[in-house]
């Protein structure tokens, strides 16, 4: 594996970060309305507070290998704050924390291929070379892609929870995040989505 850091490792810890960012803001929000206790040092453990910059801690080595695991890791954490937090929380009150989160990062008022942009910039979709989402339409006003194969679910299924509940809260994540755009997310399930302008 070659030694260099390019622009691609970069944008993909990036990815990583924006994830640990969306698992703080659960955790933060939880603290603050008592789910769970400042001294739950087993909740406390699935979040990462701040990364340190990536050419400092990547094995410059076993790139690809390092930042996959690094992925591992983020999901799994994620998946199992979340699953703790449903025992204590109702689905709909994590959706609305996930749009919230999703506001603090709005697209803007951009055009359709580049609200698309700005979500495959933020969202983990596994490594580069897995090609998770294919676009199926693109014009002016409406962009199409469909998630080929569920690369979450069993991060999910692994912390006893229920992969359900990932998709739901990155919808709402989406929404948040389009909000005030002029631009709407239509989900037809979990694995097919589509921005459109709003009329």
């Known amino acids: 594996m070659s030694s260099f850091l390019g622009p691609i490792h970069f944008w993909l810890y990036d990815k990583i970060k924006f994830q640990e960012s969306l698992a703080l803001h659960f955790y933060d929000f939880a603290l603050k309305n008592g789910w769970i206790d400042s001294s739950d ?6 979040v990462k507070k701040e ?3 990536l050419e400092d801690s990547i094995d410059t080595l076993n790139i690809h290998g390092w930042l996959q695991e690094r992925i591992h890791d983020a999901e799994s954490r ?3 704050l979340i699953t703790r937090l449903t025992g204590k929380i109702q689905s709909s009150e ?3 924390i996930a749009f919230e989160f999703g506001k603090m990062h709005p697209v803007g008022k951009v055009p359709v291929r580049e609200a698309y942009k700005i979500f495959e910039d933020s969202f983990l979709n596994g490594m580069p070379c897995d090609r998770v989402n294919v ?3 693109k014009d002016d006003f409406c962009i199409g892609w469909e998630q080929t194969q569920d690369i979450h679910g069993a991060y999910w299924l692994n912390a006893g ?3 359900e509940i990932y998709y739901k809260l990155r919808k709402n994540v989406m929404s948040g995040m389009l909000n005030g755009s002029g631009l709407a997310l239509e989900n037809f399930d979990y694995l097919h989505y589509a921005i459109k302008k709003e009329n």
């Open 41 to 46: 040092s087993a909740s406390a453990s699935l």
């Open 51 to 53: 990364l340190p910059p």
């Open 78 to 80: 994620y998946a199992k």
């Open 94 to 96: 994590l959706e609305k």
């Open 135 to 137: 676009i199926t339409q």
């Open 161 to 163: 929870g229920c992969p």
